[in-house]
Antibody
Framework: QVQLVESGGGVVQPGGSLRLSCAAS????????MHWVRQAPGKGLEWVAA??????????ADSVKGRFTISRDNSKNTNTLYLQMNSLRAEDTAVYYC???????????????????WGQGTLLTVSS | DIQMTQSPSSLSASVGDRVTITCRAS??????LNWFQQKPGKAPNLLIY???NLQSGVPSRFSGSGSGTDFTLTISSLQPEDFATYYC?????????FGGGTKVEIK
């Protein structure tokens, strides 16, 4: 069955950096686009970033553009999605979820993608 | 960016009630609208995709409709396990924005 397991969350000072990971299994990782979505404590959902199946195209929310970088490792023994977060701010504090897209082998974003599987989330706290 | 506006932000209903939640996009998004359910401490769960398609495993009491800018999620007969927060999300173009959520509470 599809499994997405996030890791790497923790407490970071403002201005610091952290990398989140999402280990994927149970599906052919290297043909699907992937996403990061976050949720601040007590708040709604916010889409953060997306990456195409081959890593050639990446998309970001305005709130993280220039600070966060999404990437992926499609090697057989890795199948992992990453989110490198730099210049962290208090407002980045949130649970970060990775989510699987449904579009197959699509490089540029194709309308109608959605998030059919989600991980359990990992908590990032940005605080001094 | 496309803004998504949900209403109401919360509602109280009883088991067996018919519940309707609306979502409006700030521009035309065709039928590229998804609905998610989220329970406290859990990841969201996809209910409806592309406005009216029921995700596999989701009970048939959930339905979605709409196109263009106005969309609706309907729960035909509210069950105890349906008390949760519901979000709409546009999948027309990045950034892929969510509505603010509708919390469905027990009356």
């Amino acid at each position: 069955q599809v499994q997405l397991v996030e890791s790497g969350g923790g407490v970071v000072q403002p201005g610091g950096s952290l990398r989140l990971s999402c280990a994927a299994s149970g599906f052919t990782f290297n043909i699907y686009g992937m996403h990061w979505v976050r949720q601040a404590p007590g708040k709604g959902l916010e889409w953060v970033a997306a990456i195409s199946y081959d890593g050639s195209n990446k998309y970001y929310a305005d709130s993280v553009k220039g600070r966060f970088t999404i990437s992926r490792d499609n090697s057989k023994n890795t199948n992992t999605l990453y989110l490198q977060m730099n210049s962290l701010r208090a407002e980045d504090t949130a649970v970060y979820y990775c989510a699987k897209g449904v579009r197959v082998v699509v490089t540029a974003y194709s309308a109608g993608d959605n998030f059919d599987y989600w991980g359990q989330g990992t908590l990032l706290t940005v605080s001094s | 960016d496309i803004q998504m506006t949900q209403s109401p932000s919360s509602l109280s209903a009883s088991v067996g009630d018919r519940v309707t939640i609306t979502c409006r996009a700030s521009q035309i998004i065709s039928s590229y609208l998804n609905w998610f359910q989220q329970k406290p401490g859990k990841a969201p769960n996809l209910l409806i995709y592309t406005a009216s398609n029921l995700q596999s495993g989701v009970p048939s009491r959930f339905s979605g409709s709409g196109s263009g800018t106005d969309f609706t999620l309907t729960i035909s007969s509210l069950q105890p396990e349906d008390f949760a927060t519901y979000y709409c999300q546009q999948s027309y173009s990045p950034p892929l924005t969510f509505g603010g959520g509708t919390k469905v509470e027990i009356k």
